[in-house]
């Protein structure tokens, strides 16, 4: 039990255009919901917690406008990268939680903007 | 501030060799959770072990073990009898208290060679 998927697993964009990330919560209902970057070859690090109809709170730097967080659902939550560059290419992971349980990772998205 | 370390970025050893992989980690809080995941090559984070602040327990799960010792408050974790599939990225984190954000050390690549 306890799995996450996300969609897609990895997407190529132009600079300029919005991409959405999916994150789902398959077999149980997540209560909170995690979102990390990783760039290659260094850590996770967090940018925003996700609670199911409320607003995400971002960490200090991440621009809450550049990336749209939104938690409809208790299995749901999405991440939208807009106007994507290429410093935005990253491998983005996510993560839910129940009842303040460990906490369960996607299998991640690359993302390559070009 | 919470902070973890992992002070060794690559580890490389042949198979059946035991290897320990260390973590070092500050917070400031009393109550507080400690993990480890691994991330092999496929990029999912797997979830290891969650040991919370109270439990000093070592634990021993097939051929992986942890030591916690708050002493030095260091959370170590051994493979023995290492195998080709354990080679992957281990990422040591650590949550305080009340919030289930996770702050992960920078991570240590493990290359088991046969």
């Known amino acids: 039990g306890a799995v996450v998927s996300q969609h897609p697993s990895w997407v190529i964009c132009k600079s300029g255009t919005s991409v959405k990330i999916e994150c789902r919560s398959l077999d149980f209902q997540a209560t909170t919901m995690f979102w990390y970057r990783q760039f290659p070859k260094q850590s996770l690090m967090l940018m925003a917690t996700?609670?199911?109809?409320?607003?995400?709170?971002?960490e200090q730097g991440v621009e809450k406008d550049k990336f749209l967080i939104n938690h409809a659902s208790l299995t749901l939550s999405t991440l939208t990268v807009t106007s994507a560059h290429p410093e935005d290419s990253s491998f983005y992971i996510c993560?839910?939680?129940?009842?303040?349980?460990?906490?369960?990772f996607g299998p991640g998205t690359r993302l390559t903007v070009t | 501030a919470q902070k973890v370390t992992q002070a060794q970025t690559e580890i490389s050893v042949v198979e059946k060799e035991d290897v320990t992989l260390d973590c070092v980690y500050e917070?400031?809080?009393?109550?507080?959770?400690l993990f480890w995941y691994k991330q092999p090559p496929s990029g999912e984070l797997v979830f290891l072990i969650r040991r919370n602040s109270f439990d000093e327990q070592n634990e021993i799960s097939g051929r992986y073990s942890w030591n916690f010792q708050k002493s030095t408050s260091s959370f170590n974790f051994t493979i023995t009898a290492s195998q080709v599939v354990d080679s992957a990225v281990y990422f040591c984190a650590l949550s305080e208290g009340g919030s289930e954000k996770l702050v992960f050390g920078k991570g240590t690549k493990l290359t088991v060679n046969p």
């Open positions: 917070t400031r809080d009393t109550t507080y959770y």
């Open positions: 993560s839910a939680s129940r009842d303040r349980d460990k906490q369960y």
């Open positions: 996700s609670n199911e109809g409320s607003k995400a709170t971002y």
